[in-house]
Every structure is written in structure tokens, then in C-alpha cells.
Nanobody
């Protein structure tokens, strides 16, 4: 059983910062790409950023220069540092990862349960 658990969400004022964490646990053999998605009320879930096992990253245009993704492969963790937050960043943020549970198993895509980020004065 593989689980992704996010933490670090909350309420922050515009211009503030938050750091999200996501821990992958369970019977994990290898993790390929990890990422963060978000879903605002009434909107579709969208990609925020993702990172490969080798450290290559890509970002949505709306967060470039403000958000930074990083990962700790030894701990099976991925982080999202969010700076200069705007009200339009308000959403539920979901962790996502491609995980293999064995040498002969392919990668499957997993989601966390989400953590709320609210940017408001």
C-alpha cells in the first residue's frame, strides 16, 4: 500500500510564504516523477510544478519565479516552497507521484489527499 501525505497548508496573507511537504510511504521500490497540482473552487485541477528523479523541473507560468519544488530521494519527500503568494493561489494542493512497488512492477500514479492553501488578508 502506497500513501502520499501532504502537510503545511494554511492561511497566509498576500505576499506571504508557505512550504508544503509530501511524504511517500509504503512498499516503495522507486519513485520517478513527483509533482504538485492544485484545484481552486469551480476550476479544474491544474499542474503547478513537477520534478524528475534526476532533478529536472518544470513550472506553470503562473508560479514561475515564486514557487520552488525540491525533493529528497532518500526520504521519499517532495517539497513546494511558495513565496509572494497571491489570492489566486488559493486552492487545494495535491501531491502526485509515479511510484513502482517492485523491480518488475511498472510505475503507477498516486495522489495525496490534498492540503488547503488560502491566501487572504
Amino acid at each position: 500500500q502506497v500513501q502520499l501525505v501532504e502537510s503545511g497548508g494554511g492561511l497566509v496573507q498576500p505576499g506571504g510564504s508557505l512550504r508544503l511537504s509530501c511524504a511517500a510511504s509504503g512498499s516503495i521500490f522507486n519513485i520517478n516523477r513527483m509533482g504538485w497540482y492544485r484545484q481552486a473552487p469551480g476550476k479544474q485541477r491544474e499542474l503547478v510544478t513537477r520534478i524528475t528523479s534526476g532533478g529536472s523541473t518544470d513550472y506553470a507560468d503562473s508560479v514561475k519565479g515564486r514557487f520552488t519544488i525540491s525533493r529528497d530521494n532518500a526520504k521519499n519527500m517532495v517539497y513546494l516552497q511558495m513565496n509572494s503568494l497571491k489570492p489566486e493561489d488559493t486552492a487545494v494542493y495535491y501531491c502526485n507521484a509515479d511510484i513502482a512497488v517492485g523491480y518488475f512492477q511498472g510505475f503507477k500514479n498516486y495522489w495525496g489527499q490534498g492540503t488547503q492553501v488560502t491566501v487572504s488578508s
